[in-house]
Nanobody
């Protein structure tokens, strides 16, 4: 499974970005799909996740600002990030679960200037 993430960039505080991640090739029956982020020198942390039936979970720090969604037909997961804060600056990774295995996309850098 190859995942391609896009949508990162530089934005001012209060702005918005939309991250997208899609798997190429055939249609996969992914279980959980999620977005993580990683600060320099830190471990990756869960930002948001969504199950196949659409149940979502968010880190407390992004609740009310970020929205995760998925398109099963397109093997895609997105993260709408609104009201961005400088502390949201990180490398963001998409993650999917297929069967018992997990796959990661390449990171995409989000930089929020104050």
């Amino acid at each position: 499974v190859q995942l391609q993430a896009s949508g990162g960039g530089l934005v001012q505080a209060g702005g918005f970005l939309r991250l997208s991640c899609a798997a190429s090739g055939k249609t996969f029956r992914f279980n959980n799909m999620a977005w993580y982020r990683q600060y320099p020198g830190k471990q990756r942390e869960l930002v948001a996740s969504i199950t196949r039936d659409g149940t979502t979970r968010y880190a407390d720090s992004v609740k009310g600002r970020f929205t995760i969604s998925r398109d099963n037909a397109s093997n895609a997961v997105s993260l709408q990030m609104n009201a961005l804060k400088p502390e949201d600056t990180a490398v963001y990774y998409c993650n999917v679960k297929l069967g018992s295995r997990y796959y990661w996309g390449q990171g995409t850098l989000v930089t929020v200037s104050s």
